[in-house]
């Protein structure tokens, strides 16, 4: 597709929705909008209520909301059923033979599965795990490739009222490990195998190695995918087309209290072990459902695509949930971007006829870099909404994306939002917000937004402070699973009663929120959410290592590379084999995308002279070969030099 409209785009241009689009938006004036948020923040009661009311409620609510802070109980008294609001409720509106995943696997098979289509097989499963013992709020561990059946399990643990808890297919047994012990599954879903990139990851051998000495987990479902070896435990393991034909394929949906939980979904923080962020019922339908209508804008007869993996909560929240909540027919597909080339995503595009498309910062500079032609033998003038999330995008790749994949034409939202919040928080409305690239502009209804400074004071027009919320919204998280004091001290400690995201963000003179980056120990990886501290806990688990100190360093695709410092054993020799042999340990401790970009052996590491290791020097020695600050805070200040040189070569 040739782009005639291309225009130049830099971190000033200011883009408005063009009248087509904004006629048929859901809000299409900034006048509606901000008389819509301050309804919302002023009586959140009424303005929720509204919107709920366009879902599915066995009972309805007493009391929107009840808000105790920092706990938050959404649509109190009510009874309802997710699944229920993702599948049948479309069965029951005659749209049973319309199309809910297109899915295409990365060797190129194909399969349709229709709402009607997808409650049978929901209910089957769920007629399994009910066959198995589990219960509503037993936890289910889900270890899948992106095909149907991740989507299906899910919901069928949402039927019953059991807690999922996803494990990306890129984590190691190690996480698992952690996972399944932190939750206590009783039952885990996964499969023979998964393709990347024409190879299988063994996802059945890894789940075997993590169920190791485990005595929560009764039984586990394997879906056949790859049909690679695997090893079934006779009374433990079961496959799933053996056990879902044993069962009907009806399942009468219960109601369950708005805040019954959904599920738990681990992310990294700044220290420890990564942390279940719990999310429940009624407020994360609304609130996943409410974006998908005013973010995405999507209609009845969009073909949206989110290229998220359900192991992430982009996953969740904008590939199982919301847009089955939304009724739309999506598109899932399996594998790698590059495979077998880079235009894979546009051949999709293509093919499906995609006309809303969510995906990453990352991806688009990766694509940037594998050239256009792999764009160009594609007619993409079906697409006319596009969405980032995960990480700020930089005014180059948004032109490229605006342009080359928009066509000049489709409005870019980008997404500002976390696992924590359920649901995304700042965006542009389609239909009325000027874009810019860089800025994930406005908060969304019922999101009170603001950047303050250390004393809780609001800071100034382009100062830089804490991004918090100061009100409860409905998709937010209500816990960390099984730690109220971590859920406290983490996310309310900072001012009485608001919430604060961990990261940095300004705003500008006219209201548009910039995200700066994340405050904590924190890196973002292609997108991804990794703790230093969980990188450096397991380096330090390896037997040559006395101490490693882990930062990230500016990359141009994946946004930050992991940089490690490891200070060695006494008498164990620097060697580049160790350097292999660290960077494989630690893709088997956590998984393949914490794989550190480079080890650098150091006599010692900066520390404060209470001990503190300043990972902020050498934040600045790996992006700029330098240390500007003051350094004679420093216990021993000889380390800097040695650690330049062992950076330098
Ligand atoms: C949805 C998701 C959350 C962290 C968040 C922030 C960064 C996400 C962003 C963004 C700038 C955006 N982040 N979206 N930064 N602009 N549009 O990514 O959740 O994996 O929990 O990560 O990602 O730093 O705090 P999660």
Redesign the pocket.
């Given at each position: 597709m040739s782009t005639n409209n291309t225009l130049v785009i830099d971190e000033n241009t200011v883009i408005h929705p063009s009248k087509e689009f904004s006629a048929k938006a859901r809000v299409s004036s900034m006048e509606q909008y901000e008389s819509m948020h301050k309804q919302s923040i002023e009586d959140p009661d009424t303005f929720w209520a509204n919107e709920a009311s366009d879902l599915k409620w066995q009972k309805k609510w007493d009391k929107v909301l009840d808000w105790k802070a920092p706990y938050a109980e959404w649509f109190q008294g009510a009874k309802l059923n997710v699944c229920e609001n993702a599948v049948d409720r479309h069965v029951e509106a005659g749209r049973g033979n319309k199309a809910a995943i297109i899915w295409e696997g990365e060797p190129g098979d194909k399969r349709t599965v229709t709402y009607q289509q997808l409650q049978h097989e929901v209910c089957r499963m769920a007629n399994v795990l009910i066959a198995k013992g589990v219960k509503s709020e037993d936890r289910v561990l889900i270890y899948m490739p992106m095909v149907p059946e991740a989507t299906i399990a899910m919901l069928a643990c949402a039927r019953l009222g059991a807690v999922h808890s996803i494990v990306f297919g890129g984590f190691s047994s190690e996480s698992i490990k952690d996972r399944l012990e932190d939750s206590k599954a009783v039952a885990v879903i996964t499969s023979d195998g998964s393709w990347r990139r024409a190879g299988v990851v063994p996802l059945k051998d890894n789940m075997d190695e993590a169920l190791q000495n485990n005595d929560t987990v009764k039984s586990v479902i394997v879906l056949k995918r790859c049909e690679n070896q695997i090893n079934m435990t006779e009374g433990r393991d079961f496959w799933w087309h053996e056990e879902t034909a044993k069962v009907t394929a009806t399942h009468k949906p219960e109601g369950f209290s708005s805040e019954h939980p959904l599920f738990i979904l681990y992310?990294s923080g700044s220290t420890g072990k990564p942390k279940g962020i719990l999310h429940t019922s009624g407020g994360y339908m609304v609130g996943t459902y409410t974006t998908c209508k005013y973010i995405f804008d999507m209609k009845e007869d969009d073909v949206y695509w989110c290229t998220a993996d359900v192991g992430?909560?982009?996953g969740h929240s904008y590939i199982t949930y919301g847009p089955l909540f939304a009724g739309v027919t999506q598109v899932m597909y399996e594998g790698g971007p590059n495979f077998p080339d880079w235009g894979r995503f546009w051949s999709i595009i293509e093919e499906y006829g995609v006309t809303i498309f969510y995906t990453a910062p990352t991806a688009i500079r990766a694509f940037i870099k594998a050239g256009d032609e792999f764009v160009d033998k594609y007619d993409l003038s079906s697409l006319r909404l596009l969405g980032?999330?995960?990480?700020?995008?930089n005014p180059a790749a948004w032109e490229w994306y605006y342009n080359k994949i928009g066509g000049g034409r489709c409005p870019i939202v980008?997404?500002?939002?976390?696992?924590?919040t359920g649901a995304a928080m700042?965006?542009p409305l389609p239909g009325c917000t000027p874009i810019k690239p860089g800025t994930?502009t406005r908060p969304f209804f019922g999101v009170d937004a603001a950047i303050l400074d250390e004393d809780g004071k609001e800071c100034e027009v382009d100062q830089p402070g804490r991004l918090v919320i100061r009100k409860p919204w409905p998709s937010m998280l209500r816990s960390v699973y099984g730690d109220k004091q971590r859920y406290e001290d983490t996310y309310w400690s900072d001012y009485d009663g608001i919430y604060t995201?961990?990261?940095g963000a300004r705003k500008d003179k006219d209201g548009n929120i910039y995200?700066i980056?994340?405050l904590d120990d924190?890196l973002?990886v292609s997108?991804?959410?990794l703790g230093t501290a969980e990188i450096e806990s397991a380096l330090v688990a390896h037997n040559s290592v006395a101490e490693a100190a882990v930062v990230g360093k500016p990359h141009e695709i994946k946004g930050q590379a992991v940089v490690c410092f490891v200070t060695l054993k006494t008498g164990i020799t620097e060697t580049d084999e160790l350097k292999v042999e660290l960077r494989n340990h630690v893709g088997k401790v956590i998984g393949a995308i914490a794989k550190p970009d480079a080890i650098h052996f150091a006599p010692g590491l900066p520390k404060t002279r209470s001990g503190k290791i300043m990972r902020r020097l050498l934040k600045e020695l790996v992006a700029t070969g330098k240390v500007t600050g003051n350094i004679t805070t420093l216990e021993d200040s000889t380390v800097i030099a040695a650690i330049q040189k062992s950076i330098t070569g």
């Open positions: 992310t992430w909560i982009t980032t999330v995960g990480e700020p995008i980008d997404t500002w939002w976390q696992t924590e700042i965006s994930a995201a961990g990261d995200i980056g994340r924190v973002n997108g991804h959410r």
